[in-house]
Antibody, heavy 126, light 110 residues
Framework: QVQLQESGPGLVKPSQTLSLTCTVSGGSISSGGYYWSWIRQHPGKGLEWIGY???????YYNPSLKSRVTISLDTSKNQFSLKLRSVTAADTAVYYC??????????????????WGQGTLVTVSS | QSVLTQPPSASGTPEQRVTISCSGS????????VNWYQQLPGTAPKLLIY???QRPSGVPDRFSGSKSGTSASLAISGLQSEDEADYYCAAWDDSLNGYVFGTGTKVTVL
């Protein structure tokens, strides 16, 4: 059973960098066919995709956050990380890491978030 | 920045049928598959429907999905109290070059 667990500071000061790590267990982060993603949810609001990284190191970011976001892999620790620079109160949210599975068979292409971490609340405040 | 529009709420009595719509555009739902996620209070989202109408193992068959053109729907037949949750549609958007989620629908069992 694949499990994901977010970790990192719950409080970040404005203008600083938010840093979170997602530890994956029960599966290798180096396996093909999986994109390792970050998604956030502002308090009482909907879901917002932040970006993902593939095992090859290729990344893809939400255009609205691209200038401030970096997602990286540490295959030796089976972890991937999120850095969000120059944060403001608008970045206060629950941050989730998730596995984005992609595959195809005779019936077609499939892609979906099949495993999620429990989420971690990050508050931006001085 | 939700570009998929859902009704904010839906409700029904036990055993009733509830339908949730998800409206998008040619660049997202019109061109790509739709997935649905269920978020129970205080928990992470969980995959409910993938590839428009497929149920993962363990998801009750009272949940079903469909897609037509630039819209998708999630139906819950035989509503149960444990179905009280927020539901989100999601799809890749070719114009934004990223995933987009629906605005979310809160389902209440009366």
């Amino acid at each position: 059973q694949v499990q994901l667990q977010e970790s990192g500071p719950g409080l970040v000061k404005p203008s600083q960098t938010l840093s979170l790590t997602c530890t994956v267990s029960g599966g290798s982060i180096s396996s093909g066919g999986y994109y390792w993603s970050w998604i956030r949810q502002h308090p009482g609001k909907g879901l917002e995709w932040i970006g993902y990284i593939y095992y090859s190191g290729n990344t893809y970011y939400n255009p609205s956050l691209k200038s401030r976001v970096t997602i990286s892999l540490d295959t030796s620790k089976n972890q991937f990380s999120l850095k969000l620079r120059s944060v403001t109160a608008a970045d206060t949210a629950v941050y989730y890491c998730a596995r984005d599975r992609s595959y195809y068979d005779s019936s077609g292409d499939y892609r979906y978030f099949d495993y999620w971490g429990q989420g971690t609340l990050v508050t931006v405040s001085s | 920045q939700s570009v998929l529009t859902q009704p904010p709420s839906a409700s029904g009595t036990p055993e009733q049928r509830v339908t949730i719509s998800c409206s998008g555009s040619i660049s997202n739902i019109g061109s790509n598959i739709v997935n649905w996620y269920q978020q129970l209070p205080g928990t992470a989202p969980k995959l409910l429907i993938y590839s428009n109408n497929q149920r993962p193992s363990g998801v009750p068959d009272r949940f079903s999905g469909s897609k037509s053109g630039t819209s998708a729907s999630l139906a819950i037949s035989g509503l149960q109290s444990e179905d009280e949750a927020d539901y989100y549609c999601a799809a890749w958007d070719d114009s934004l070059n990223g995933y987009v989620f629906g605005t979310g629908t809160k389902v209440t069992v009366l």
